[in-house]
């Protein structure tokens, strides 16, 4: 075992009321894993301090093996107070790049022993994530603070190795809550939706980010520690993806158009009529008659509003109305419009009778003369599969 390493400038550095924990003569180690100070306000005792930092010294070292990114001149500072997680009796914050602050209600049952016995260790896994996601990935919005959550409970829970956090235990009925945390605009206030107790429903938006962690695992096959690099938008996808592979819409999102995704084009809020389908052409033979019967009327399908829920999270949605109309007169202003185009549009899906073949149209413009239109014909093995792209008809590049 190599011994830990950490900046002669840090070491130098650390106020006197600070501890450097170091792993101990046990593996001849010379070298703190973490620095720990104490703020004024409670008296820790020795038994307390030696408690705690054991604790520490553990935790900080087996996350370390693990995950890799926490700082090397980590500093954990102690503190006592009473604004803390009433089930647990303390709560844990971060400071980037390098710090993590340890409340704890001196007053709960077990006082800062027993206290920190129970919680410290899954507590420091929990922000230690935390430190090292959010030095990744900037946290701007409500759903990078509610994914970091998740990502950071669903380590702790996993690699912890204390009792499941109560805050991590999302209800059986959850694809419902990520469904109404999804529709909340992006201004929703974070302290209402992201705290803990937001909603009536105590601890929505940890469970909320617990359950699209486990998908987001699952869908990926990636382990949490490498999810905690990659961006909120990818996570919330593949937290989605179950919702989209039940609509014939889902496999649209993973196709390119002349180039462009529609994650990149941002998709339109109102679904397109479909254009008629000429039911003699050879190529489209191939698809299911019912289907080619159902798309060759004159209006097979109308114009309807998009459902969110059909769109993966991280593609934008755009209001038809803003998209400006094609001018009239020959002017410069054609060039202008048709250089301004961008967007992705789809129309409502045709479904065959047995629920197993659906087609629709699309069109993809990504501005200038880029753009790509056609029919997707989508099928599933059965009522329960997942939908899944069989062909592309391309009927028209811009
Ligand atoms: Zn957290």
Excluded at 63 to 90: F, K, N, S, W
Excluded at 215 to 242: C, F, M, N, Y
């Amino acid at each position: 075992m190599t011994p830990l390493r950490c900046p002669r400038s840090w070491r130098a550095a650390g106020p006197v009321a600070a501890l450097a924990v170091c792993l101990g003569a046990a593996i001849g180690c010379r070298e703190p894993v973490a620095f720990v100070e104490y703020r004024p306000g409670h008296d820790f005792s020795r038994a307390e301090r030696h408690a705690i930092e054991a604790i520490v010294n553990r935790a900080v070292s087996d996350v370390r093996a693990v995950l890799p990114g926490v700082p090397a001149d980590l500093r954990i500072t102690v503190q006592a107070g009473t604004r803390v997680i009433p089930e647990t009796g303390e709560t844990g914050s971060v400071g980037l790049p390098r710090s993590v602050y340890w409340t704890v209600d001196p007053a709960h049952e077990g006082g800062v022993t027993g206290v920190a016995g129970a919680w410290l260790r899954a507590t420091l896994f929990h922000e230690l994530y935390h430190l090292v996601r959010e030095t990744a990935v900037p946290t701007t919005s409500l759903r990078d603070r509610v994914v970091n959550e998740g990502l950071a409970t669903a380590f702790e829970r996993d690699l912890g190795g204390g009792a499941p956090p109560p805050w991590g235990a999302y209800p059986d009925d959850a694809l419902t809550w990520v469904g109404a945390f999804l529709a909340l605009p992006r201004d929703a206030p974070e302290a209402q939706w992201a705290s803990m107790d937001s909603d009536g429903r105590r601890w929505f938006g940890f469970k909320v980010g617990t359950w699209m962690a486990d998908e987001a695992v699952r869908r990926s096959g990636r382990s949490l520690v490498s999810l905690a690099a990659v961006p909120t938008g990818d996570i919330l996808d593949w937290a989605w993806a179950r919702q989209l592979d039940a609509v014939p819409f889902g496999p649209l999102f993973a196709q390119r158009y002349h180039g462009a995704t529609p994650s990149t084009l941002g998709v339109i809020d109102t679904l397109m009529p479909m254009r008629p389908l000429d039911a003699n052409a050879e190529r489209y033979r191939q698809l299911p008659p019912a289907l080619r019967r159902m798309a060759s009327v004159p209006v097979p399908t109308g114009a309807k509003p998009l459902d969110p829920r059909t769109v993966p999270p991280s593609v934008a949605i755009l209001a038809a109305e803003s998209m400006p109309s094609a001018p009239t007169t020959e002017s410069p202003d054609v060039l202008r419009w048709y250089l301004r185009q961008r967007g992705f549009a789809f129309s409502d899906a045709l479904v065959t009778p047995d629920g197993l073949d659906a087609l629709i149209y699309y069109e993809a413009d990504c501005g200038g003369t880029c753009g790509e239109a056609g029919y997707a014909w989508m099928r599933r093995q059965s009522l329960r599969a997942p939908w899944v792209l069989r062909t592309k008809f391309v009927s028209g590049y811009a």
